[in-house]
């Protein structure tokens, strides 16, 4: 398979709800759309996630262009792969840059799934014809919260991850715990504790919460181990883990008891294929994240969550959550409480490029030499 063309479309959506973290709040999401064509004019689409701040990680979306226009595409044009893991290997020669490199390689798995006839979940090893989906409530007023928890329950979601800071973290889930004592409930605060808030997070064990996720910095593993140790509630590590050593440094430091993998995270496909095994491998309980992304990036996590060892629901909400209109058609939806996954070749859905076209801020284009 040659990679005869790339194209990356530089978007920009409004949110139907603006999103608000301990980081900050979010009303609009820019994104970068990878398209891959082979000589055959066969394509392929993928995502790179980055947000247009270095809040999540230091990757943004004008840096990924960079990476992307001066150093990835050029390696890529022109050149025959067998496999998208070979993509994942080129990639391997530079630092970081994870979601600059995902994007690429998401694209590829998409057309390499096409031109081998496959759904994308079976060529990424999935066994799965739905899956369970979670959905996440960003910080607003308590009640506020509740009303939107009570809405998604009435949708069929089956896990909540809500929003937090370590200013209102008790208020919000003793709020939540007083309606809806049974939920499976966690909470996320995006690294917003520091190891002295150690006292205040063993409060939360009353709740009887899935998981606090990622309450301390990124490379925080021995704090994290420190507060493992002191809390019933298990930890789950999200900006921690960029690669499968990272896993492991958590899992030899008894670090966290959950993972969450975030194919934009840890550099694409074939490194969540990596860090999926070793966490069966293990016996770590794991799940697919999400990143405020579009059906594009949507569809690939939900063919990623149709591996055997995703056991927990993600952070994979249909379409309708975020876009008044997604990138894909069907768009992505809960029935009965879970998320199909595709049965058509690739991602096994339809990629509306004259929308993507018509959203675009800026579109580049890359092309090999005959």
Known sequence: MLIWQIELFLIEQPLKIPFKTSYGTYEKRESIIVKILDANGICGYGEVVAFSEPWYTEETIQTALHTLNDFFIPILLNKQFNHPSEIAILLNQFKGNQMAKSGLEGAYWDLYSKLNSITLAQALGGNKADIPVGVVISIDEPIKMLKQIGAYIAEGYERFKV???????????????????????????????????????KKLDEFNLLMIEQPFGERQFIEHAILQKEIFTPVCLDESICSLEDVQ?????????????????VGGLTKSIEIHDYCVEKNIPIW???????????????????????????????SSRHWEHDLIFPEVALINGKVKVPVGPGLGVEVDEERIRSISKKIYKYSSQK
């Open 163 to 201: 929003k937090v800071s370590k200013e209102n973290d008790y208020e919000i889930v003793s709020t939540i715990r007083k309606s809806y004592p049974t939920i499976p409930l966690m909470i996320d605060a995006n690294s917003d504790y520091s190891i002295e808030d150690i006292p205040k997070l």
């Open 288 to 318: 697919v994240g999400g990143m405020i992304e579009t059906g594009i990036s949507r569809i690939q996590n939900v063919a990623l969550a149709s591996l055997p060892g995703f056991t927990i629901p993600g952070d994979i909400s249909a």
């Open 249 to 265: 440094i958590a899992y030899e430091l008894n670090a966290c008891k959950i993972i969450t993998v975030k194919p934009g995270r």
